[in-house]
């Protein structure tokens, strides 16, 4: 495993719901591409917010929508539904720290289309100190020689991984 481990969105993510799937997302292992979830949340995302959708590719950052908003950013997350909503807080929040880490001053704003929802994310000193905690607890967790064993928890039942855990 290389020393330079990137921490990206989608660990931090994962890592808000179960540290396994951030060791496989790690070590490039695909999820089942047939999961129903999967496919309806590219389908949410690419459909929604249309006319002000704007995905950007930063560095390690991707960005599902950034608009101006007065004299700062804005940037949105898309996600299917709120059923993660905390995960979904801690990515974005991830997001808004890296990107004031490359000298960009942004807010962020949580997008929930199916349930006409919207949530502002400003990332103030106690979602810092979270983000930098996360980080470190993401990076021990791909350090690992081999995964978390599984834990059963209510996610399993829509995850992509849920075959290679459970069957
Ligand atoms: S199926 Fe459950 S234990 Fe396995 S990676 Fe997904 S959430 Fe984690």
């Known amino acids: 495993m290389a020393t330079d481990i990137r921490v990206i969105g989608s660990f931090v993510q994962a890592m808000m719901i179960c540290p396994r799937q951030v060791w496989l997302m790690s070590r490039q292992i695909c999820p089942d591409e047939d999961n129903v979830f999967?496919?309806?949340g590219r389908l949410i995302g690419s459909h929604a917010y249309g006319r002000e959708r704007k995905e950007v590719h930063l560095g390690h950052l991707c960005l599902d929508l950034v608009r101006r908003g007065g004299r700062e950013f804005?940037?949105?997350e898309v996600k299917k539904s709120s059923r993660a909503r905390e995960a979904a807080r801690m990515q974005l929040a991830f997001y808004l720290y890296?990107?004031?880490e490359m000298g960009i001053e942004a807010e962020g704003e949580l997008l929930f289309?199916?349930?006409r929802r919207r949530e502002?994310?400003?990332l103030d000193a106690g979602l810092i100190q979270q983000v930098e905690e996360l980080k470190r607890r993401i990076i021990a967790v791909i350090y690992r020689d081999?995964?978390?064993p599984p834990q059963k928890i209510p996610f399993c039942s829509k995850c992509a991984y849920a075959e290679l855990c459970w069957a």
């Open 38 to 40: 999967l496919e309806l």
């Open 74 to 76: 804005v940037v949105g």
């Open 98 to 100: 890296e990107l004031r």
């Open 113 to 115: 289309p199916e349930e």
């Open 120 to 122: 502002r994310v400003v």
């Open 146 to 148: 081999k995964p978390p």
